[in-house]
């Protein structure tokens, strides 16, 4: 079983340039979530959608957009890459059912550098 | 909005033993659930339990159990019997049960197992 799939595993950027991330989850799943993981400071949300063509922000957004044109899939671009946005990013879907207690099922994240 | 603090930033425990992870939370809300994520170095975000807050009664998997006190906003972790594979990093998380199931988390414990 698949799950949820994040490519790349590892990526190291020069400040300025860009990048998409992406995640392709095999459940068919509704909702799917974008965090990052810094330090002391567990996951914290980006962006997540609740459906094929809707995005939504989450926390912290700034610097980065995102794109769900299929349901499997859920895109995370960096446009201009920034040292701040060095991270590990974790992409997560789950059963969009109302008042569910499904869980996020998390793929295994994607280390970026920027330098 | 809804806060989740993990006072413990590491714990340790010998093999065989029990240690118990702490987490609070602060929310207006009556409804929602509590969940408990295991993250060893390999990255990967575990499902170790889940709590719906309507339940009185305490989550248990296995070895793992929780305290769930309601009024003083507080879930725990239990670990019983504790296992070298246990050692990770262990994240307490919040989830309403309304919108798009967002997903609060603390900042981690880590847990040490000795032989």
């Known amino acids: 079983n698949a799950g949820v799939t994040q490519t790349p595993k590892f990526r190291v950027l020069k400040t300025g340039q860009s990048m998409t991330l992406l995640c392709a989850q095999d459940m068919n799943h509704e909702y799917m979530y974008w965090y990052r993981q810094d330090p002391g400071m567990g996951l914290r949300l980006i962006h997540y959608s609740v459906g094929e063509g809707t995005t939504a922000k989450g926390e912290v957004p700034d610097g980065y957009n995102v794109s769900r044109l299929k349901k499997q899939n859920f895109l995370l671009g960096l446009e201009s890459a920034a040292p701040s946005q060095t991270s590990v990013y974790f992409c997560?879907?789950?059963?969009?059912?109302?008042?569910?207690?499904?869980?996020?099922?998390f793929g295994d994240g994607t280390r970026l550098s920027i330098l | 909005a809804q806060t989740v603090t993990q006072s413990q930033p590491e714990m340790s425990v010998q093999e065989a033993e029990t240690v118990t992870l702490s987490c609070t939370y602060d929310t207006s809300e009556s409804d929602y659930y509590l969940f408990w994520y295991k993250q060893p170095p390999s990255r990967q975000m575990i499902l170790v339990i889940r709590q719906e807050a309507y339940k009185q009664q305490n989550a248990t998997e296995n070895r793992f159990s929780v305290n769930f006190q309601k009024a003083a906003k507080s879930f725990s972790l239990k670990i019983s019997d504790s296992q070298l594979g246990d050692a990770a990093m262990y994240f307490c998380?919040?989830?309403?049960?309304?919108?798009?199931?967002?997903?609060?988390f603390g900042t981690g414990t880590r847990l040490l197992v000795s032989p």
């Open positions: 997560a879907s789950s059963y969009g059912g109302a008042g569910g207690n499904q869980p996020q099922h």
């Open positions: 998380a919040y989830r309403s049960i309304t919108g798009f199931q967002k997903l609060v």
